[in-house]
């Protein structure tokens, strides 16, 4: 059996590798994500992977609402208990340090895959917009919140945020230092990238009843979501984080 010690003797180059693949599949999925959700029709033509109401039909629909809650749950614990420190400490322990948050990556792209791949159509309308100025400015909506997922990230570091410093550090054996990053999106926003989320999901002139599954199911996840990464943000930075708040 190969070792870590092993398969990382060139450390810089295995960092370097491991955390931007992480990068690579995560755009992959964004791309493949959007395309879920709006399913543009010339894009159908031709794209391999499940859309959110392109297959399937309404005649198990609770058996469909089962496994697609299933599959956001999967999604949400992952994300909730890799982030949390406890996790970190006695989970993660065998792996060092500079590669923990590529592997958060790697393991949210493989469960967020997973979700598109296993997804359950249920395509009962519960609204459909066919025209008009309406349908443009949900569209637009649709959008804007996709661009402000990228700028939300982009603000908080993107290479940060993806693991790519984390692994740079590791890889040159110096210390990672954590950074509170309120520039930009977040001097209006709090949580720029989960508004940017909900607007994705919910901004829709077609809206099926997987459709609303789906968004009710995430708009829950990122409530929790907030609470305790906002949360962690106090215990790690203190005042800081507590003045940008406006709590102090």
């Not at 420190?85 to 989970?91: A, D, I, L, R, S």
């Not at 395509?123 to 919140?145: H, K, Q, S, Y």
């Not at 990672?176 to 909900?198: D, E, I, K």
């Not at 708009?219 to 102090?248: C, K, N, P, Q």
């Amino acid at each position: 059996m190969v070792s870590l010690p092993s398969i990382t003797h060139d450390r810089r180059a295995f960092a370097l590798a491991y955390a931007w693949a992480g990068v690579a599949i995560m755009w992959a999925f964004w791309v493949s994500f959007v395309i879920f959700l709006a399913e543009p029709p010339q894009v159908l033509r031709w794209w391999p992977l499940p859309t959110l109401d392109r297959t399937g039909s309404a005649e198990h629909p609770i058996l469909a609402a089962l496994i697609d809650l299933a599959l956001v749950a999967l999604f949400g614990v992952q994300h909730s208990i890799m982030a949390r420190p406890w996790f970190k400490q006695h989970v993660m322990s065998w792996m060092p340090g500079g590669l923990e948050r590529s592997t958060y990556v790697h393991m949210a792209n493989a469960v967020l895959f997973v979700l598109i791949l296993f997804w359950q159509p249920i395509p009962l309308e519960v609204w459909n917009i066919e025209g008009g100025p309406a349908r443009d400015a949900l569209w637009l909506l649709f959008a804007a919140g996709w661009v402000i997922l990228l700028l939300g990230a982009w603000s908080f570091g993107m290479r940060d945020l993806l693991g790519v410093e984390h692994a740079r550090a590791w890889s040159e054996r110096r210390r990672h230092v954590a950074r509170l990053n309120t520039g930009f999106l977040y001097r209006w926003l709090r949580h720029p990238m989960y508004v940017g989320v909900l607007l994705g999901v919910w901004a829709t002139p077609r809206m099926s009843l997987g459709h609303l599954l789906l968004a009710s199911a995430l708009t829950a996840y990122v409530l929790i979501a907030m609470r305790y990464e906002e949360h962690d943000l106090l215990r790690r930075f203190g005042s800081r984080y507590a003045r940008w708040r406006g709590l102090a």
